[in-house]
């Protein structure tokens, strides 16, 4: 829950995509982050979670999902997207009497200070390292006062645990320059067209992108 041993300059993901329930007034009634990292001497993934919220809610009797504030991380460590496999993320979650995770299988805690919360994971990598991508999501639940209730991921779909194609990508890298985490995109091809047609455009108008951003977008058309 305290997040002041993070390293610097790893990358933050906003939370943005409502998934179910009522939109957020603004900011300040809901808003959320995350960032990603791992020590693989000791197999595991960390999660740093960041919410923004001005009503803070817990219900310490049901069990139900949507009763409480909370968070949901969803892991698979079997393979990539692209394999046929019956494979199923695994769900942690954090919420009123949250319900117990397999046994080892995470470290959790929370630390909630006036609006803010902060949810810290530890998600064991049962044996992946280093190039090894595994599958991962997170969702973030906000119950206020007035009775309004808000889902909100950072990928898209809903019930992430039914299928391994329903949550995103992480691969495993030694240093946040090179990191990798994102969603497929199934069109690359159109993609790759448009990026190009903004470096032509831009070298027209004498603001051409570095050498060095060039050749990154270079090796990811590739």
Not at 115 to 128: D, P, S
């Amino acid at each position: 829950g305290d997040l002041s041993d993070w390293p610097e300059g790893l990358k933050v993901y906003p939370l943005t995509r409502r998934g179910a329930g009522n939109p957020p007034q603004d900011g300040d009634d809901f808003s959320g982050s995350f960032r990603l990292g791992h020590d693989l001497k000791r197999g595991k993934l960390y999660v740093a979670v960041e919410v923004v919220d001005e009503s803070t809610f817990i219900d310490t009797v049901s069990d139900a999902w949507d009763a409480s504030d909370g968070c949901e991380i969803y892991f698979d460590d079997y393979l990539p997207h692209g394999k046929k496999a019956p494979s199923q993320p695994l769900q942690h979650v954090i919420y009123g009497r949250a319900r117990p995770v397999p046994q080892g299988s995470d470290e959790r805690a929370v630390r909630r200070t006036g609006t803010k919360h902060v949810y810290e994971w530890a998600i064991n990598l049962k044996g992946r390292g280093l190039g090894d991508v595994v599958g991962f999501d997170i969702a973030v639940l906000d119950r206020d006062t007035d009775g309004s209730f808000t889902w909100t991921s950072w990928g898209p779909e809903t019930v992430k645990a039914q299928s391994r194609d329903r949550v995103g990508d992480v691969k495993l890298v030694e240093d946040a320059e090179h990191a990798v985490i994102d969603w497929r995109i199934m069109a690359t091809q159109p993609l790759v067209l448009h990026t190009n047609r903004l470096r032509t455009a831009l070298d027209y108008l004498g603001s051409p992108l570095s050498d060095h951003t060039k050749a990154l977008m270079d090796s990811a058309a590739n």
